[in-house]
């Protein structure tokens, strides 16, 4: 989220507008973004609606759940408002002002994240800039 902040005004300059989405509550997303001071809007997507609908979400493994739960690395019960077990992937988008995906990046592995320079790539594209 630092990064996309770093980028803002040129997504901006491009047209664009960046919008995060998190299955967190919607006083756990407004949290987020003031602990980090980000300019850009996060929106709580709660029982991952909204991601279900773009097909990726997964239900956490029973072998690593126990993290997962209260006493564990996160309660995401609390975090999330549900007892579900479900998460997105980190998936980054650009949709065009025609509401077709222009660009999608998407990897099993949360800590690998789209480029920024490449996002920005795609939005001046998508924008024809």
């Known amino acids: 989220m630092h990064d996309y902040q770093k980028i803002l005004n040129q997504i901006h300059e491009a047209g664009a507008e960046l ?4 299955p967190t ?13 980000l300019g850009f809007k996060v929106l709580s997507d709660m029982g991952n609606k909204v991601a279900r609908e773009y097909g990726v979400v997964y239900k956490i493994p029973e072998g ?3 993290l997962y739960e209260p006493g564990g690395m996160i309660d995401l019960a609390k ?11 980190a998936v980054t988008y650009v949709i065009g002002a025609d509401g077709i995906v222009k660009y999608a990046y998407l990897d099993t592995d949360y800590r690998k994240r789209a480029e920024t320079a490449e996002v920005l790539a795609a939005v001046r594209q998508a924008a024809g800039r």
Request: aromatic letters at 4%.
């Open 19 to 22: 919008v995060a989405v998190s």
């Open 79 to 89: 975090y999330n408002g549900d007892d579900s077990m479900e998460l997105p992937l």
């Open 25 to 37: 509550t919607p006083d756990n997303s407004l949290s987020m973004a003031e602990k980090h001071a």
């Open 64 to 66: 690593i759940r126990n």
